[in-house]
């Protein structure tokens, strides 16, 4: 290899790993120990989780707006080199905002401005990628306006807000901050239902955001029953409230304050419970939540009885999130890092320093390719083909009707640009070179 395509490589490499991550495993990490999912060092959780949210970020006591993070186990300048640790493997690391027992409301523009302030510095201090927005109790409600033109000020103070942290973030670091948010169900397809009080209360601030948010992982837990696009309803814990919940935060729906154009799938994961313990309802099990998204993203049958209005599905759907991996880490909970597992399952998705899982049964010919690529699987049951480069984003995808125990599949690959790719089939995958 020259000393040009080495350094290519390298640059190349190196983009690679400053990219969001896609597909993603969000999970939040707990700053607290808890006797049923105790703390645990944010240095050690499983590589599999690449956006890490840290909870919470709260108000000071006495205040509902003047925001603070104080590390619960550790000093102040162990956590910063554990969040340092993480970002240097690839992750994003974001600290998250309220959480279910801390409300934020902005009442005047001063809280308003107290609020932007806090939330810079511990963003700045921590050195955080970016902030995860979880707002629950009465933090947002609506009284009237509609989606695109609120009225409520506490809305309208948290979008400005919002904005001007990621303006001041990019002022400061040169680049875009990473922001994602974790509604429940009632505050967003609640909308559907009626837009008052809680219900669609975030449907503005995500309608407002839509450009600068990253990733929308709906909480599909604590929820109860809620209506789907197509006029049913569905209750939590089920796949098919999984395929209803997701597909109407893309498709879009109607609601009193008007119509919620839904996000692109790439913006949107799947939240759920770490197991039953974790949550109060809406857990499923991690065969229940393949054949969920598997179904979501155009690979896998129908699991129930909703019928994606988009019938080939969302194959950019954009991954999982989870509350939390504290709870994920403890065999009390279900096996140890079930839900990882299960996202790995799902997703699989290989990069550049995963080890290759099913090698002698997946195998690629010739390797460096120029034209013709030929694939050989001797797994039984894997009939789809994934290719991704090296920014991680998938650029092929076919299904194939055969389903032998032997099989030979052929792909034109002389359009590829010159590089590396990664090839998943089911369970298995394997690099190859393009010349």
């Known amino acids: 290899m020259t000393k040009k395509s080495t350094l290519l490589l390298f640059l190349i490499s190196n983009l690679a790993f400053a990219q969001n991550p896609n597909p993603a495993l969000v999970g939040y990490w707990q700053n607290w120990n808890d006797v049923n999912a105790p703390y645990i060092q944010l240095n050690t959780i499983d590589s599999r989780y690449n956006v890490v949210c840290l909870a919470f970020a709260v108000p000071h006591t006495g205040t509902d707006y003047q925001m603070e993070f104080i590390p619960d186990q550790v000093s102040q300048a162990t956590l910063i080199s554990q969040i340092q640790t993480l970002q240097s493997q690839g992750k994003k690391v974001l600290v998250s905002v309220g959480g279910a027992t801390a409300q934020v409301v902005l009442s005047s523009t001063a809280e308003r401005d107290t609020f932007i302030n806090t939330m810079t510095n511990i963003i700045n201090t921590f050195g955080f990628d970016g902030m995860d927005i979880d707002l629950e109790g009465s933090s947002l409600t609506v009284s009237g306006g509609t989606i695109s033109s609120p009225v409520d000020q506490p809305i309208i103070?948290?979008?400005?807000?919002?904005?001007?942290?990621?303006?001041?973030?990019?002022?400061?670091?040169?680049?875009?901050?990473?922001?994602?948010?974790?509604?429940?169900?009632?505050?967003?397809?609640?909308?559907?239902?009626?837009?008052?009080?809680?219900?669609?209360?975030?449907?503005?601030?995500?309608?407002?955001?839509?450009?600068?948010?990253?990733?929308?992982?709906?909480?599909?837990?604590?929820?109860?029953?809620m209506y789907g696009i197509d006029a049913n309803i569905y209750n939590q814990g089920t796949a098919d409230f999984i395929v209803a919940m997701t597909e109407a935060v893309i498709h879009g729906f109607n609601t009193a304050g008007g119509y919620f154009t839904g996000l692109p799938a790439s913006k949107v994961a799947v939240g759920l419970p770490a197991c039953a313990s974790a949550a109060g309802g809406g857990y499923v099990s991690p065969a229940v939540a393949q054949s969920a998204i598997n179904y979501l993203r155009g690979i896998g049958p129908q699991p129930g009885t909703y019928i994606l209005a988009n019938a080939g599905g969302y194959?950019?759907?954009?991954?999982?999130?989870?509350?939390?991996?504290?709870?994920?880490?403890?065999?009390?909970?279900?096996?140890?890092?079930?839900?990882?597992?299960?996202?790995?399952?799902?997703?699989?998705?290989?990069?550049?320093?995963?080890?290759?899982?099913?090698?002698?049964?997946?195998?690629?010919?010739?390797?460096?390719?120029?034209?013709?690529?030929?694939?050989?699987?001797?797994k039984s049951g894997e009939n789809t083909i994934e290719i991704f480069n090296i920014l991680n984003q998938r650029i092929f995808f076919k299904q194939s009707a055969a389903d032998s125990q032997h099989q030979e599949i052929h792909i034109d690959v002389s359009d590829f640009p010159s590089g590396i790719y990664f090839l998943k089939s089911g369970n298995y995958s394997a690099k190859f070179v393009k010349q």
């Not at 600068?212 to 909480?219: D, F, Y």
């Open 157 to 225: 103070r948290m979008i400005y807000a919002i904005r001007q942290i990621m303006s001041d973030f990019y002022s400061a670091h040169g680049h875009k901050m990473f922001l994602t948010m974790a509604p429940e169900t009632a505050f967003v397809q609640g909308g559907m239902s009626a837009y008052n009080g809680i219900w669609g209360a975030c449907l503005p601030v995500i309608d407002a955001l839509r450009d600068s948010l990253e990733i929308l992982h709906v909480q599909l837990y604590n929820s109860g029953s």
């Open 315 to 378: 194959p950019s759907l954009r991954g999982m999130m989870t509350w939390s991996i504290n709870w994920d880490a403890v065999s009390t909970c279900a096996s140890v890092y079930e839900f990882a597992g299960s996202y790995q399952n799902i997703f699989g998705l290989p990069t550049a320093t995963d080890e290759l899982r099913g090698k002698n049964d997946l195998a690629l010919f010739p390797n460096p390719v120029t034209d013709n690529l030929t694939i050989s699987n001797k």
